[in-house]
């Protein structure tokens, strides 16, 4: 064998079998069938890396954190504070203090639209677009509602882009503080552009915040090369635990904004007249946090890391391409969405079949999808649609997956047609 | 379906799929002394009921049903059962429909005709999916709203 290097850059292949075996529960069988699991977009499956992480941390290291002075808190402090570091990296953010430790991506731009909402002032707007998740849109109209703000929806192509120059004749008058727009769809599957808006959005005045719900799992993230100002993201769809999420944002940004919730450890002072808050990121982490979720949630980041993301880029890009390709091949079967850059989530439709009665019949084959207005009703609305069947692919995620839903879905098209 | 064909075609009656796929009381009056409402925010299924009355004698009744197979069959096998009965007996069947669904089915088969709910017994086996149960009683939910407008 030659030992000469290759001059192209080798994408590593995924040993996809050897993956599938730190899962345990992909060995479990529904309705007497092999669990066919296509529904990673909602919450992802948990490698034995995290589940024995946590049930370890239970079993061997645990005490509340920041608060004891005895060596069981001080180990469990340094397993949660060394979380903070890894996600710092894995975001490439410029330190650590600027990652805090939410419950969900629902709660850090809840906390966004609470801490950084009070900042604004009336006259001030919002901009977010149509394909934005629930989670990135009432929060922003409930700031609305009580701080006196505009809130601006940018219009999606046909084909589920992004239309850049609407959202630019949006952004026009100034007027703008905050963008609001999802790194990746988790109806369309659509990657936004995300450095050309931020440039956009800067250019204007505005800050922005990305809701990478969907995107960090997919590939890698780096918020300093996107020029983002805050960016979420939800453990449970990393295949960590539930229970924990995280916001990054700028630390002028985080240290100018008041607190979100009040009680222990934001503090720094308290007496009966006033308190005094805690540092970033502490004055945003209220209470006794989730703290062996972040412990889970760091062995996520450490597995994750492990395999690498070219790797899972590659790995879901040939996914997709095929799902793409087979499901065209469904008589009657109808892809909403055909965005310029797309990440492993599919939507579709079918003549004459309901996407709840499409997600049934799936099930009792044992395979597991997603069906429904996926937390994004406007966006089904401007799509012209009340409910999509939608197929998301993960790591574990074998070709031989997709072949089964393909072929069920004929067969299920003949049973109602 | 050709594999499995057991539980799958219990779920999906032969009936269930031919009236979602050709309804038979699908439509609307534009005459009516009773309409209803039924929607399901979690999904985004709607049905809307257009009902004639005689007195309290259910004269004639159409639905227009935007949802999955389940919700328009249960419409429309509605409509056919409750069609030519007073609105007490439609309230009633409402009841027994509801009991099949959510209740644990007898250990004791007891065939007493008055316990038998006919053709809407294809949704008996919607016990065991929870999930789907709100399809099926959606349309009742609709005629339940209908009848609150009726003096009775
Ligand atoms: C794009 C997007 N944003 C936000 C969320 C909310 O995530 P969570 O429910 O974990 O807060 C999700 C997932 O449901 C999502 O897909």
Redesign the interface.
Known sequence: MSTQTPTVHAVPQLDVHAIRQQFPILGEKV???PLVFLDSAASAQKPNAVIDCMANTMRHQYANIHRGLHWMSERTTEAYEGVRDLVADFLNAPSREEIVFTRNSTEAINLVAHSFGALLKPGQAVLISQMEHHANLVPWQMLRDWAGIDLRVAPITDDGDLDIEAYKALLADGKVALVAITHMSNVLGTITPAKQIADMAHAAGAQVLFDGSQSVVHHKTDVQALGADFYTFTGHKLYGPTGIGVLWGRRDLLEQMPPFLGGGDMISTVTFEHSTWANIPHKFEAGTPAIVETIGLGAAIEWVNKIGFDGIAAHEADLTTHALQRLATVPGLNIVGHPRVRGGVVSFTMA??????IA??LD??GIAIR???HCA?PL?RRLGL??TARASFGIYTQKEEIDVLADTLV??R???? | MNTSTTERDALYDRLIVERARAPLYAGRFEEADARGDGRNPLCGDKTHLDIVLNGHHIQDIKHQTRGCAICTAAADLMAEHIRGGSVAQALELSGRFRAMLVEPPPSVVVDDQSASLGTLEVFAPLRSHKARIRCAELPWIALKEAFSHVDG
């Not at chain 1, 004459?352 to 009665?357: A, E, G, L, Q, R």
């Open positions: 309705h007497d069938r004459d079949v309901h996407p709840h009665d049934t019949l009792r084959n069906a429904g207005h009703e089904m009340s409910a067969r299920i003949d049973f109602f047609v």
